[in-house]
């Protein structure tokens, strides 16, 4: 499971509010792309921004922040707070931000989010914020008529491909997650769900783990020092899938794809490139064959399923940045859609033999 160190940004600083009060603020750093720095630095993968000046206004109004955060660290970063428009969206995601996460307009504009996913997909998220069952909008301080679960349900309905369930009860109280709600979501809905809210210490993470979440947003807990997050990222990456492979580790980048080399397991030979996203891999870990994600299509396909040539997977590997997977696989035929056995049957012309000696070693 993937574990989000928080960073809420107000007036430029690093706060954290108590249940989303803004009354109620503890102001943890005047300087938040230190603080983005540090959660790297002890091992984050992701980053997760709140303007909350911009949830409770309706518009960005920390960008000055997230940009800075965007140019310092190299993982990605998830922001939310503010965007109520098409033109938020892009404007952040041209800026570098890798995930745009959706509030308010998922109660009050739901074809905007729709539209949205049509258009960005895996960069769009929601997230439902709920308080007794109910789900919040406009900077939590307005309770809408309907509950987490429905508008789950509607969201998956537009084409949201990612969820955050928040507890507003839990938020920056350092008691414990709601487990019952994020059960119940995760069985009703087949997306990736993220947990947030109350999350205060290792075993709460294992926990929301076991229940099936993709991953946890951490707070407060990582501010006042009750979660350590470095041994709590080495905690969660032990965790291992039935075959071995740590899916934990797995870089997908913000399309959700990661490229996946296809080689030849007795003879080394390289057959093909393509894209898996974590379906595609899970289905390839399920069955045994490769399964793949098209880009074009934008589908799983099972590699094999129309020609009869499928590759069955031996090993999987992956290379030492976690962002590129090597299938160790046996052909039944050529791998290759003109018939080839192998898609690298061309050779690039350019290259001088001229400079190929003279770069001899
Ligand atoms: O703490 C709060 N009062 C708060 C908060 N953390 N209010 C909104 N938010 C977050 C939501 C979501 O990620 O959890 O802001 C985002 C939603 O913003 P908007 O502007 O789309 O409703």
């Known amino acids: 499971m993937e574990i989000i160190p928080a960073i809420d940004l107000r007036n430029g600083r690093c706060v954290r509010l108590y249940q989303g009060d803004y009354g109620k603020e503890t102001v943890f750093s005047d300087d938040p792309v230190s603080m983005a720095l540090r959660w790297q630095s002890e091992g984050a993968k992701r980053l997760h921004l709140i303007d909350l000046d911009g949830a409770a206004k309706g518009e960005p109004c920390n ?15 998830q922001v939310g707070g503010g965007i109520r428009s098409l033109k938020t969206v892009e404007q952040l ?39 007794d069952r109910w789900v919040a909008t406009r900077g939590w301080l307005e309770k809408s008529k309907v509950t987490a679960s429905e508008l789950a349900t509607r969201m998956i309905d537009l084409g949201v491909r990612r969820l955050i369930y928040t507890d507003i009860s839990r938020d920056g109280t350092l008691t414990s997650p709601n487990f019952e709600a994020v059960a119940e979501l995760v069985s009703q809905i087949n997306v990736p769900i993220i947990a947030a809210g109350g999350i205060s210490s290792i075993e709460h993470l294992a926990k929301l783990s ?70 595609a891999l899970e289905k390839t870990l399920a069955t045994g064959q490769a399964w793949f994600y098209s880009r074009s299509r934008k589908e799983l396909w099972n590699k094999g399923a129309t020609s009869g040539n499928y590759l069955y997977v031996k090993k999987i590997l992956i290379d030492c940045d976690e962002d590129t997977l090597l299938l160790k696989v046996d052909p039944a035929g050529p791998a290759c859609h003109t018939g080839n056995r192998s898609c690298f049957f061309r050779e690039l012309g350019g290259l001088s033999i001229k400079g190929k000696d003279t770069l001899q070693r």
């Open 210 to 279: 076991k229940l099936g979440a993709e991953g946890a947003i951490v707070g407060k807990a990582i501010y006042t020092g009750d979660i350590n997050l470095k041994e709590a990222l080495k905690a969660m990456s032990r965790k291992k899938t039935p075959k071995g492979l740590k899916l934990e580790i797995v870089k997908f980048d913000d399309k959700g794809l990661i490229p996946a080399i296809a080689q030849d397991a007795k003879t080394g030979e390289v057959l093909m490139v393509a894209y898996v996203n974590r379906e």
């Open 93 to 131: 995601l041209s800026i570098g931000v890798g995930r745009t996460i959706l509030g308010t307009v998922a109660v009050e504009k739901p074809e905007l989010v729709k539209k949205a996913c049509k258009k960005y997909g895996e960069q769009i998220i929601v997230s439902i914020d709920a308080k």
């Open 63 to 77: 960008l000055d922040s997230i940009k800075k955060i965007i140019a310092a660290v190299k993982i990605p970063v």
